[in-house]
């Protein structure tokens, strides 16, 4: 294996958006509650609209659609004109994304379901605007009051900076149904950096660490980076009992009754509240693979091809009943997804079978089992995940598992799960190491990063509780 030099990071212009929940007063409350049923209403209008269109054999464009919105009465649309072309536009993106989707062979039907509720646009300057007295105004339109809330407070956690309104784009005011809570959504201009290079990284998912990597550092070296998931796990765990205890409560009462919508309101309450922690959840397990592609001057991302097999697992009844539960709500495509964001890189998948069972060193199948990896011909020992990954590396730059040669060192390091915390406990957290990087007594309490082991020697994965900056943000 050729050694590549490395290049350095380059960092790009991205669009992040803040996700800031708000509270609202009792009249906004309820003014806000209105809106997004007429913004609702006039959806479904565009849609009628649009579908008989098609009948009469017209496509209509983006600025048709907007126009036919625009023309219905200002009494009956009680919203800022930009809210309203918004709903246009909005509309018209689901048409092209129904035609791109089935362009690519997906059977997917055009926008046909009427809505009950649609988040609400305000354009810069036009539709939000800051008060003199400091809050922030959203607008319904000329003559109407508008949505009044304390100015939100968006910290960019690249760099711990609060940014300005000025910079902030086109807001959207959302509801979030599951726990029953408005939000803003604020997009902003900010800078990410992004790998540059052309080392192959491969990885290998899996459920209880979704993802390890394994990079070629140079002839004689494999670097292996594990992410642990048992946080995600526990989350999971946790929401699934507390739902299926709700759930045998709800079904001893009657439909519609005081006891059942609560029971209901709890249920979506435990719901919401785990994937607001799951999305964070894979935030950090994408951002912990990120900075080892980054630091690796990655320029093609291998990932060994487990698409769909978090789906039908009752149909085929490979599992027992808590494997088969786990697997399906394995969160593989989201990590990926937000892994792609971050590296900039596109994802390519191969076919893993076997990548786990295989020996990297000699070559022979044996079928590990629990976490550590043994091999029954030549003694080689090592992290399961790390196996699999060394594999599905060979196998993107060979085309097949070609051993690696018994002198190659593998170096494991392994990336400890997370305490949960809360956005604020969190930028607490950050302003502590902030000030604790000041101080140079901190270097001598850092863990060492990273643990050699050359193969036919017993590996000790330590582990290093390395903290990886969070992206809170969508
Ligand atoms: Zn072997």
């Not at 390395?466 to 943000?473: K, Q, Y």
Request: net charge positive; charged share 25%; aromatic share 6%.
């Amino acid at each position: 294996m050729v050694a590549i030099p490395s290049s350095p990071p380059t960092s790009r212009e991205v669009i992040r958006t803040a996700i800031v929940p708000v509270t609202l007063s009792g009249a906004n409350y309820r003014q806000a509650h209105d809106a997004h049923h007429i913004a609702a209403g006039l959806w479904g209008e565009a849609l009628n609209w649009v579908h008989a269109e098609w009948k009469a054999k017209h496509n209509p464009s983006k600025y048709d659609i907007r126009a036919f919105l625009t023309s219905i009465p200002r009494e009956q649309r009680p919203l800022h004109a930009h809210t309203t072309e918004a709903i246009g536009y909005d509309l018209y993106e689901a048409i092209k994304t129904s035609r791109t989707n089935r362009m690519n062979g997906m059977r997917v039907r055009s926008p046909w379901r009427k809505k009950n509720y649609r988040p609400l646009s305000f354009s810069k300057s036009y539709g939000w605007r800051v008060r003199c007295d400091h809050k922030l105004n959203l607008s319904l339109g000329r003559g109407r009051p508008g949505i009044v809330l304390a100015l939100p407070n968006v910290e960019d956690p690249v760099t711990g900076r609060l940014v300005s309104p000025e910079l902030w784009g086109e807001i959207q005011l959302c509801w979030d149904q599951d726990n029953r809570q408005f939000s803003l959504h604020i997009p902003y201009m900010s800078r990410r950096m992004f790998s540059a290079g052309k080392a192959v990284t491969a990885i290998d998912e899996g459920i209880i660490n979704p993802m390890a990597l394994a990079t070629w550092l140079d002839e004689q070296t494999i670097n292996v980076t594990i992410v642990n998931g048992r946080e995600a796990r526990a989350i999971k765990r946790q929401r699934n009992k507390a739902t299926g205890a709700l759930q045998r409560k709800l079904s001893k009462t009657k439909n519609g009754s005081r006891k059942h919508r609560r029971l209901v309101a709890a249920k979506k309450r435990t719901k919401g509240k785990a994937r607001l922690q799951l999305r964070d959840f894979d935030h950090q397990v994408a951002r912990r693979a990120a900075n080892h592609v980054i630091a690796h001057s990655i320029g093609r991302l291998v990932i060994g091809d487990a698409r769909g097999i978090e789906h039908k697992t009752k149909q085929k009844r490979r599992m027992g009943r808590s494997s088969r539960q786990q697997l399906s709500q394995f969160s593989r495509g989201t990590e990926e997804r937000y892994l792609a964001e971050k590296t900039g890189l596109d994802i390519e998948h191969i076919n893993e079978s076997g990548s786990t069972k295989t020996c990297p060193v000699c070559g022979a199948r044996n079928c590990p089992s629990g976490r550590d990896y043994r091999c029954k011909v030549c003694n080689f020992t090592c992290h399961r995940d790390a196996v699999g990954a060394i594999n599905i590396l060979q196998e993107a730059i060979h085309g097949d598992y070609v051993p690696i040669g018994a002198d190659v060192e593998i170096r494991v390091t392994y990336l400890r799960d997370e305490k949960r915390w809360s956005p604020d406990q969190r930028t607490t957290y950050r302003k502590v190491q902030c000030r604790k990087a000041i101080t140079p007594s901190s270097a001598k309490n850092q863990a060492p990063a990273e643990t050699s082991c050359k193969p036919k020697l017993a590996i000790s994965s330590t582990s290093s509780s390395e903290r990886v900056p969070l992206v809170a943000v969508a």
